[in-house]
Every structure is written in C-alpha cells, then in structure tokens.
C-alpha cells in the first residue's frame, strides 16, 4: 500500500535559519512525487515534481531533492513570508495514474 | 497561467439539504477532481472525471455524486448534507495521462448546521 509520512508536523523556524522537511514514503512504482505549498485557507499551490531518485528541483529558497524513499524540501534563509503548509504527495502504480496520495504536512512557521 | 475557479468561498448549509458545488477551469484540461481536506487527515479524494460525462470513485464517495456536462465544468453534489460532510473541499484539474501536475482552486468552505 502506498504510504506518505512528513515531519515534522510543525516547526518554527528564525527569519535566515536553514533547514530541511522530510517526506518519507513507501509507493509499489513511482510516477511523481510532488510538493506543494498551502496558505492558511487556500488551496494548494504547486512547487515542484520529481519522478526519479537523484532528481533535484529549485526554486528561490526552496529546492527539492528525491531518494529511493525519501524527498526533501530544503529552505535556505527563510523569510517570513514562507510561513505555510508544505504538503507531499505521491502517485505511484497503486494510487492510480490520475490521483495523488498526500501526507498530512508540515506547518512552517518563520519568525522575523 | 492556470486557473481552477470554485464559485463558492464559503456556504453555511442546513442537515438535509441539497448542496451544489461547482468549479470552472481554463486550460482544457481533462482530468478533474473532488477532494476534501480536514485536520490530520490530509486531502481525500472524492470523484474525479476524466471526461465529460465520466466519472469514477475515490477514496471517500460516499454521500456524493458529481456532474460533468461540460469539459471545463465539474460539480460536486451532496444529495442530503450532514454535519460530519462539514469541510473544506478543493476542485483540481490536470491534463490527461499519468505524471501530469494537478492544480488546485481556492477551496469552498462547507458548514452544515
């Protein structure tokens, strides 16, 4: 059964401080693994995908990274404004090729 | 730039009645989705369609059915609302095949009361 487990569920961070989010995950074939962003009541907000173990995806603060069971999402110097919700998901031959199995998330906090 | 639009933010709805969600997207995409998000569970997905007038279950249809007459269209019906259908609900769509990246609108606030 495929499986998506994100840590930590919460973490405050200072305003510069570095650090990384954690997607570990269990899928019989991966097609995608996908980040998203997601701002107090809206919707989720497309970051990136990665599909092969080795992968790495970068956008301004943000860069994914993927293993053969892990993905990371590594934030250099935060700022306030990336406060939000990151969730993972994962489309593997098991959950179908048009759906996503998401994790709960991780809720990031940036203190100025 | 792609744009999923749900036309309702928020909606306060009485047990029993009817309730009809609809969401519109622009780029001619095929596939599109129902999902619902609550705390600790992450997002569930109700139905998608990958074609008009095709539908299939996901992982939670139970008390809902959905319509798509139209490609851009999907709605999301719940014949009989509940308290425990009390969500956020969130329209996706993505072009066909698998791999392609599903894009979410803004989210209709349901409360039933």
């Known amino acids: 059964e495929d499986q998506v487990t994100q840590s930590p569920e919460a973490l405050r961070l200072q305003e510069g401080e570095s650090s990384s989010l954690n997607c570990s995950y269990t899928?019989?074939?991966?097609?995608?693994l996908f980040w998203y962003r997601q701002d107090p009541g809206k919707g989720p907000e497309f970051l990136f995908t990665l599909y092969s173990a080795g992968e790495e995806k970068e956008k301004e603060r943000l860069k994914a990274t993927l293993t053969k069971k892990e993905s990371f999402l590594h934030i250099t110097a935060p700022k306030p404004e990336d406060s939000a919700t990151y969730l993972c998901?994962?489309?593997?031959?098991?959950?179908?090729?048009?759906?996503?199995?998401f994790g709960t998330g991780t809720r990031l906090t940036v203190i100025p | 730039d792609v744009k999923v639009t749900q036309s309702s933010r928020y909606l306060v709805k009485r047990t029993g009645e009817k309730v009809f969600l609809e969401c519109v997207q622009d780029m001619d995409h095929e596939n599109m989705f129902w999902y619902r998000q609550d705390p600790g569970l992450g997002l569930r997905l109700i139905y998608f369609?990958?074609?008009?007038?095709?539908?299939e279950k996901g992982d939670i249809p139970e008390g809902y059915s959905v319509s798509r007459e139209k490609k851009e269209r999907f709605s999301l019906i719940l014949e009989s609302a509940s308290t425990n259908q009390t969500s956020m609900y969130l329209c996706?769509?993505?072009?066909?095949?698998?791999?392609?990246?599903?894009?979410f609108g803004e989210g209709s606030w349901l409360t039933v009361v």
């Open positions: 996706a769509s993505s072009l066909g095949g698998a791999g392609n990246t599903i894009y």
């Open positions: 899928v019989s074939g991966l097609r995608g």
């Open positions: 369609s990958y074609d008009v007038k095709m539908k």
């Open positions: 998901a994962l489309r593997g031959y098991q959950t179908g090729a048009n759906n996503l199995f």
